[in-house]
């Protein structure tokens, strides 16, 4: 029989600062994805994290020519990683508090294609918390809208600019707060000029429907249409490629299209007015997990720059 496993030591400065390199790691998905963010080579980093698991007495993940995968240990130490560095973010976070100074780092994702909606006042926000808080560090990514939500249940991301969807109002684990509506219309593209096809020819021209992962409006309108083919698109600037070249059929922000004019024409599907939609979207936060000092700053930064 194996002996039982010894218990752990008392955990001490070289213990945090290794399961901060191993959060990191496991965030990005493997070693060399996190080499830019720690600014390592991989070669230290896979010592790291040797020595941790050494410490630890478990094997944290698999690393290799198979991938990177977590172990179930490791998906526990990741917890304690993030719990780790959330209470010694509290610590500084009140320490600067008490002297008026907003610091550490912030996290936040956009969905894509928002900086050329009219509506869309989010970089004044950006710019306003550069001013106010000039010790923090602003980190901002641009994602799926699963990936957004998906960034705040991991604490990965501290807050998110993301559409609204049918059911989200029961989502208990995300707080949203309605910014700025966008418009979505059907559209083609036009790459020889002409007019756009009705709602009947598409069909008839065998367009090719373009579809979103998650996006329940294109499965309905395929059923609508009667299209047999099919494309998918990861992003709108996706579907956009899709469509400017012609044959494609998809849902796009009006503000997207007009801000790609003067490179490309698209044109709405004459008769599918009515299928065109609004979405509304909202600043996302966890309902679980504290949010930053300078989290409520930039929220309440937010809130100036899209008043009701």
Excluded: W
């Amino acid at each position: 029989m194996l002996p039982p496993p010894a218990p752990m030591p008392p955990i001490t400065e070289d213990h945090l600062r290794l399961l901060r390199i191993f959060r990191v790691v496991a965030e990005e998905g493997g070693l060399t994805a996190a080499e830019a963010r720690l600014g390592m080579e991989r070669s230290t980093i896979s010592r790291h994290l040797q020595t941790l698991e050494i410490k630890l007495g478990a094997t944290l993940c698999y690393r290799g020519p198979a991938g990177f995968e977590l172990t179930e240990f490791g998906q526990v130490a990741l917890k304690i990683a993030i719990a780790a560095g959330d209470t010694l973010n509290m610590v500084r976070d009140e320490l600067d508090r008490a002297r008026n100074i907003v610091s550490g780092d912030l996290h936040v994702g956009v969905a894509d294609i928002c900086l050329s909606n009219p509506r869309c006042r989010v970089y004044q926000a950006v710019a306003a918390f550069r001013e106010a808080a000039p010790s923090a560090t602003l980190h901002l990514s641009i994602e799926t809208a699963n990936a957004l939500r998906q960034g705040l249940l991991e604490r990965r991301l501290h807050i998110c600019i993301v559409g609204t969807a049918p059911g989200d109002a029961n989502d208990a684990a995300v707080r949203r707060q309605t910014l700025f509506p966008e418009q979505f219309r059907l559209y083609v593209g036009l790459p020889n000029g002409g007019e756009p096809p009705t709602m009947a020819m598409l069909q008839a021209q065998d367009y090719v429907l373009v579809t979103r992962a998650g996006d329940f409006r294109t499965a309905n309108l395929a059923k609508r249409l009667k299209l047999k083919r099919r494309a998918v698109a990861l992003g709108l600037e996706a579907v956009a490629t899709l469509l400017a070249g012609g044959g494609y059929v998809g849902y796009l922000p009006a503000h997207y299209v007009d801000s790609l004019s003067h490179l490309h024409r698209f044109g709405e599907v004459r008769g599918a007015k009515a299928l065109g939609y609004t979405v509304e979207f909202a600043m996302a936060t966890s309902q679980i997990h504290r949010l930053p000092p300078s989290g409520h700053l930039l929220t309440a930064l937010l809130r100036q720059a899209h008043p009701a």
